[in-house]
């Protein structure tokens, strides 16, 4: 009997231990699921950018998941140092865009995410991001207004042709030779006709004189 009893323990030990192996397997393949679940969890991202739309424009977008609930988590954001995002709480998740401003221009924003399960940010879970982005777009260059011409219009003859002679004419004053010799020939008339008419008077007083004398 005791060695039928001996035979059947060792008969049994390697079932125990093939058990027992199984047992252990079967519990880490039971731990892998939730570990892998920690590692995924938790999600956080931040990205300020210009989109691809025409014209281009910065955005600012903010994403968070599989954060636990029982915890106090919360999102806030700042653009260019003003707050687009008080502090928000959410619960497992939050999602939101936010317009960056002056396309022409560059920003830059700061977006903190915190959770008390990581207070001091060792893990991950809370995490405080500074983003920046250049000008989406940039400004057409103005070209430099151009002076009028002072080319005269009408061409090469035009700009080089005389101008008319004008004359202005005052007719009040006589004009020409001809009104000159006319005057001259008047006083001459004038003189003409003093000298002729003075010996005809003359005689007369003589011939007035005689006749009186021979009375």
Excluded: W
């Excluded at 707050?83 to 936010?98: D, K, M, N, R």
């Amino acid at each position: 009997m005791a060695i039928s009893s001996r035979t059947f323990r060792e008969a049994t030990r390697p079932r125990r231990v093939a058990g027992s192996a199984a047992a252990v397997l079967f519990a880490v393949a039971g731990l892998l699921p939730l570990t892998a679940g920690v590692v995924q969890a938790h999600t956080l991202d931040a990205t300020l950018t210009c989109n691809d739309a025409d014209p281009s424009v910065p955005v600012l977008t903010i994403t968070t998941s599989d954060y636990e609930p029982t915890f106090t988590n919360t999102v806030e954001a700042t653009i260019d140092g003003s707050e687009v995002l008080p502090i928000t709480t959410f619960s497992t998740a939050y999602s939101g865009t936010f317009p960056g401003g002056d396309p022409f221009v560059a920003h830059t924003a700061v977006v903190k995410i915190h959770t008390n399960e990581d207070n001091e940010g060792t893990q991950g879970f809370t995490k405080e991001f500074d983003l920046s982005v250049d000008p989406c777009q940039t400004r057409a260059s103005t070209p430099p207004s151009t002076p009028p011409s002072s080319k005269p219009s009408g061409g090469v003859e035009a700009a080089t042709a005389t101008p008319p002679a004008t004359a202005t004419v005052d007719p009040s004053a006589p004009t020409g030779t001809s009104s000159g010799f006319g005057f001259l020939m008047i006083l001459f008339a004038v003189v003409a006709l003093v000298v002729g008419f003075s010996p005809v008077g003359n005689r007369r007083k003589v011939d007035a004189t005689t006749e009186t004398r021979r009375r």
